[in-house]
């Protein structure tokens, strides 16, 4: 495996407290602390507390869209497509539970272009997952459901997953991601 750079010791660890305690009561003294190091010696690695959080969440959303992107673009029918995006959250969750955390509360932080940035690949994701899931239902792969009210049930429900995972570590990835698309698509032959 390969050994992290200090820095991304520190955006690991800084993701850690950020999701224990939140951004705001997280002080870069408790990351340095928490790296073992005197709180000066993190400004070598990072500018700010703020610019973890920015490159923690720009470095999960640029995640999400590569996923998006490469399932936009596979061979696969809608469903198979919208089943392949359920088992990219999953996977997401588990490699980064503690920064993929910060997707449900912690974003409200981000300020200026940083804050413009993220909502936009957040915008452009949830419009590309809505197309997906329009597309399931005119081709009769869903239930007519509402594409708005399934999206928001689906994605709140992905977006969480990390606190049912954080207690549950050891569950199979593959059996989580079965499970997942399982509970989540309302498929029409059910």
């Known amino acids: 495996m390969e050994k992290l750079s200090r820095k991304e010791q520190i955006k690991t660890v800084a993701a850690r407290l950020f999701r224990k305690r939140g951004f705001k009561a997280t002080s870069m003294r408790d990351i340095a602390k928490a790296m073992d190091m005197e709180a000066p010696s993190l400004y070598n690695h990072i500018s700010s507390k703020r610019q973890l959080l920015e490159e923690l969440l720009m470095s999960i959303a640029q995640s999400f869209i590569l ?35 910060l997707l449900t509360n912690e974003w409200v932080h981000l300020e200026g272009g ?39 049930s689906i994605l709140s429900t992905l977006r969480w997953l990390y606190s049912w995972y954080s207690k549950n570590p050891n569950v199979n990835k593959i059996d989580l991601e079965q499970q997942m698309v399982k509970l989540l698509i309302p498929t029409r032959n059910e």
């Open 67 to 101: 996923g998006m992107k490469e399932v936009k673009e596979a061979p696969l029918n809608s469903l198979e497509k919208l089943e392949r995006l359920i088992k990219l959250h999953v996977d997401i969750t588990i490699d980064h539970t503690d920064a993929v955390s």
């Open 114 to 152: 940083a804050a413009l940035d993220f909502n936009a690949l957040k915008d452009d994701y949830e419009k590309d997952f809505k197309g997906i899931l329009m597309a399931c239902i005119k081709e009769g792969h869903l239930k007519e459901v509402n594409a708005d009210l399934a999206m928001f």
